[in-house]
């Protein structure tokens, strides 16, 4: 196997693994698909998951339909490619429920 192809698996493993953590988080502290302060959810999983590695996640789950982020202070639809992940927050949709639940795969989301 090349070098390159070996640092594309590992990497693809490492969000899977970030992306079925932040989907279990979320809903461990989501009832009833409340919205969670991605700050305080980012604390929470300190020590599991850097910065950059939650912004991926988010941007993943977010841009496959999985969760539902916005502004915490205006609720206007938003990313963290454009806002900063402190002034945001996130929920799972019920394709996240889903997802969550075992009813859908996804070969990048380990659960």
């Known amino acids: 196997m ?3 192809e070996l ?3 590992l990497q693809a493993g490492e969000l899977a693994a970030d992306n079925g953590t932040l989907i ?9 698909y409340q919205y969670t302060r991605l700050r305080s959810l980012h604390l929470a999983l300190a020590g599991g998951m850097s910065r ?5 996640a988010v941007n993943y789950l977010s841009d496959s339909g999985y969760l539902d982020v916005r502004t915490a202070e205006g609720h206007a639809a ?3 490619s454009d ?5 945001l927050e996130a929920k799972l949709t019920p394709k996240g429920a889903q997802l969550q639940r075992g009813v ?3 070969p990048l989301v380990d659960l």
């Open 2 to 4: 090349v070098e390159h």
């Open 7 to 9: 640092k594309q698996k």
């Open 24 to 32: 279990r988080a979320l809903a461990l502290v989501g009832n009833d």
């Open 52 to 56: 950059g590695a939650m912004c991926s």
């Open 78 to 80: 938003a990313s963290v």
């Open 83 to 87: 806002v900063p992940l402190e002034e």
């Open 104 to 106: 859908l795969k996804d």
